[in-house]
């Protein structure tokens, strides 16, 4: 049996035809089944959509409670029967919530990863290897030159520019699911106790994070602060507000970006990032080739990302490597979200 007959990608996105289900629509379909909460991932106006609790949650928080006509809760590791496909969600380590989907039918088991991390994180169930025979992977930063540092040492350095800088008010760009709330832990397992001011894109978000049981420490609303205010203080916000008109109202602001993207120094200098910090939720370059391997499988998609280096050290493992070209796929996390 081809591995296509379970799995394939159509316009709407990743379509299993036994199961009547798609993975990750694009558009709006009858059935979805959904990795985790990010946009490019997590579209409205499905009929019916699965997916752990967490990101059942957070979409509504994002999208409305009326993101889909039904709504059903997976639970992890729990194998369920779709029309004789028999479908689990297992831990994908990216955000709160993120999850792989695994698919077993007539002897083949497929798993397709979404998007994910293996480093240590608080605020994600850390990543599950599951054995498989084709293994559905991102590829954001498939190439040898990411590869990530400890992101405590990264936090550290934001530490030692607010000794140094004390009279600045040291905005962070951090993508408002995720990014944000993992900072603030790694801040709090550093030691900082001070308040951490939040845009208010951040609030609802970062709210559920609480009430998930995550401790984030003491948070403060940045919204009606006066002018030239938080010298000193950490404030985090959407990457975009680092470069609005909102973010110079604040204590000559030093600009701090969160993200693996700012391995590239130039796009740090692009986009007038004082203080790049080296932190991601997605796999890096060494991550990637280990997870392959560690799930056995034989044959490798790749949905987005740098496909073309990751598919060649495929091949040269002795794996078949496709790409999906999968539209849509990364929009979000190339910009803010990696």
Known sequence: MRPSELLHPRPEGLYCPPGDFYIDAMRPVPHALITHAHSDHARPGHGAVMASRETLAIMGLRLGEGFSQTQQEARIGEWLNISGVEVAFFPAGHVLGSCQIALRWKGLTIVVSGDYKREPDATAAPFE???CDVFVTEATFGLPV???????????????????NPHRAHLVGAYSLGKAQRLIRHLREAGYDRPVYLHGALEKVTG??????????????????????LAGEILICPPSSLSDIWSRRFAEPLTVAASGWMRVRARARQRGVELPLVISDHADWDSLRATILETGASEIWVTHGQEDALMHWCLGQGLAAQPLHLVGFGEEAAEDAA
């Open 208 to 229: 559920y994070y609480e009430e998930a049981g995550i401790a984030l420490g003491p948070l403060a609303r940045a919204a009606g602060l006066p002018r030239g205010s």
């Open 146 to 164: 990411f590869r990530h540092p400890d992101p405590h040492g990264e936090v550290g350095k934001l530490l030692v520019s607010l000794q140094e």
């Open 129 to 131: 290897v599951v054995p």
